[in-house]
Protein backbone atom coordinates (compact mmCIF):
# COMPACT_ATOMS: atom_id res chain seq x y z
CA UNK A 1 0.00 0.00 0.00
CA UNK A 2 1.63 3.64 -1.49
CA UNK A 3 0.12 6.74 -0.07
CA UNK A 4 0.97 9.95 -1.36
CA UNK A 5 -0.12 13.08 0.89
CA UNK A 6 -0.16 16.63 0.07
CA UNK A 7 -0.44 19.78 2.00
CA UNK A 8 0.24 23.31 1.83
CA UNK A 9 -2.45 24.65 -0.41
CA UNK A 10 -5.02 27.47 0.51
CA UNK A 11 -5.82 31.04 -0.27
CA UNK A 12 -3.20 33.57 -1.38
CA UNK A 13 -3.68 37.40 -2.73
CA UNK A 14 -1.59 37.79 -5.92
CA UNK A 15 1.95 37.87 -5.94
CA UNK A 16 1.53 35.93 -2.66
CA UNK A 17 3.52 32.36 -2.14
CA UNK A 18 3.02 29.19 -0.94
CA UNK A 19 5.07 26.16 -0.13
CA UNK A 20 3.36 22.17 -1.07
CA UNK A 21 4.41 19.43 0.50
CA UNK A 22 3.68 15.89 -0.85
CA UNK A 23 5.01 13.18 1.58
CA UNK A 24 4.50 9.57 0.52
CA UNK A 25 4.74 6.42 2.45
CA UNK A 26 3.62 2.90 2.48
CA UNK A 27 5.67 -0.12 0.71
CA UNK A 28 8.73 2.00 -1.27
CA UNK A 29 11.74 -0.34 -2.65
CA UNK A 30 12.41 3.00 -5.07
CA UNK A 31 11.35 6.20 -6.00
CA UNK A 32 12.67 7.47 -9.31
CA UNK A 33 10.70 10.52 -10.69
CA UNK A 34 8.56 12.74 -8.53
CA UNK A 35 6.39 16.03 -9.99
CA UNK A 36 3.44 18.20 -9.36
CA UNK A 37 0.53 18.21 -11.80
CA UNK A 38 -2.40 20.95 -11.38
CA UNK A 39 -5.43 20.93 -12.99
CA UNK A 40 -7.78 24.26 -13.51
CA UNK A 41 -11.24 24.35 -12.90
CA UNK A 42 -12.45 23.17 -16.05
CA UNK A 43 -9.93 21.81 -17.72
CA UNK A 44 -7.35 19.01 -18.04
CA UNK A 45 -4.80 18.10 -15.67
CA UNK A 46 -1.04 19.71 -16.55
CA UNK A 47 2.41 19.60 -15.77
CA UNK A 48 4.13 21.96 -13.53
CA UNK A 49 7.45 20.40 -12.72
CA UNK A 50 9.31 16.97 -12.24
CA UNK A 51 12.22 16.15 -10.88
CA UNK A 52 14.39 13.17 -11.28
CA UNK A 53 15.97 11.28 -8.26
CA UNK A 54 19.20 12.64 -8.96
CA UNK A 55 17.62 16.34 -8.48
CA UNK A 56 17.25 17.38 -13.05
CA UNK A 57 14.06 19.36 -12.84
CA UNK A 58 12.01 20.50 -15.50
CA UNK A 59 9.08 23.45 -15.66
CA UNK A 60 6.23 24.20 -17.35
CA UNK A 61 6.74 27.65 -18.98
CA UNK A 62 3.93 28.98 -17.43
CA UNK A 63 5.75 28.69 -14.09
CA UNK A 64 9.43 28.96 -15.39
CA UNK A 65 11.35 31.18 -12.96
CA UNK A 66 8.30 31.67 -10.14
CA UNK A 67 7.91 27.70 -8.88
CA UNK A 68 10.64 25.83 -7.52
CA UNK A 69 10.44 21.71 -7.03
CA UNK A 70 12.48 20.29 -4.64
CA UNK A 71 12.59 17.28 -2.83
CA UNK A 72 14.14 15.15 0.35
CA UNK A 73 15.19 11.87 -0.86
CA UNK A 74 15.81 10.61 2.95
CA UNK A 75 12.04 11.80 3.64
CA UNK A 76 10.18 10.73 0.39
CA UNK A 77 8.89 13.66 0.14
CA UNK A 78 8.64 16.29 -2.83
CA UNK A 79 8.12 19.83 -2.68
CA UNK A 80 6.55 22.99 -4.97
CA UNK A 81 7.83 26.57 -3.94
CA UNK A 82 5.09 28.55 -5.85
CA UNK A 83 6.41 32.65 -5.53
CA UNK A 84 4.92 35.44 -7.28
CA UNK A 85 1.28 33.94 -7.45
CA UNK A 86 -1.04 34.79 -10.57
CA UNK A 87 -4.77 34.23 -10.45
CA UNK A 88 -4.45 31.98 -13.16
CA UNK A 89 -2.53 29.46 -10.97
CA UNK A 90 -5.54 28.72 -9.44
CA UNK A 91 -6.35 24.95 -9.42
CA UNK A 92 -6.42 21.48 -7.90
CA UNK A 93 -2.19 20.47 -7.39
CA UNK A 94 -1.42 17.14 -7.76
CA UNK A 95 1.51 15.00 -6.75
CA UNK A 96 2.90 12.37 -8.41
CA UNK A 97 5.84 9.78 -8.14
CA UNK A 98 7.11 7.03 -10.14
CA UNK A 99 8.38 4.07 -8.02
CA UNK A 100 8.69 0.44 -6.66
CA UNK A 101 6.88 -1.10 -3.98
CA UNK A 102 9.68 -4.37 -4.45
CA UNK A 103 12.46 -4.50 -5.96
CA UNK A 104 11.43 -7.28 -8.64
CA UNK A 105 8.47 -4.87 -9.96
CA UNK A 106 8.49 -2.52 -12.57
CA UNK A 107 7.68 1.11 -11.79
CA UNK A 108 4.35 2.21 -11.50
CA UNK A 109 2.95 5.80 -11.34
CA UNK A 110 1.06 6.78 -8.20
CA UNK A 111 -1.28 10.08 -7.11
CA UNK A 112 -1.76 11.97 -4.05
CA UNK A 113 -5.19 13.04 -3.38
CA UNK A 114 -5.09 17.12 -4.32
CA UNK A 115 -4.88 20.38 -2.72
CA UNK A 116 -6.93 23.07 -3.59
CA UNK A 117 -4.80 26.45 -4.34
CA UNK A 118 -6.76 29.61 -4.41
CA UNK A 119 -4.93 32.77 -6.02
CA UNK A 120 -7.44 36.16 -5.50
CA UNK A 121 -6.62 38.89 -7.26
Known amino acids: QVQLVESGGGLVQAGGSLRLSCAVSGSIFSINAMGWYRQPPGKQRELVAVITRGGSTNYADSVKGRFTISRDNAKNTVYLQMNSLKPEDTAVYYC???????????????WGQGTQVTVSS
Open 96 to 110: NADLRSRWYENGSYY
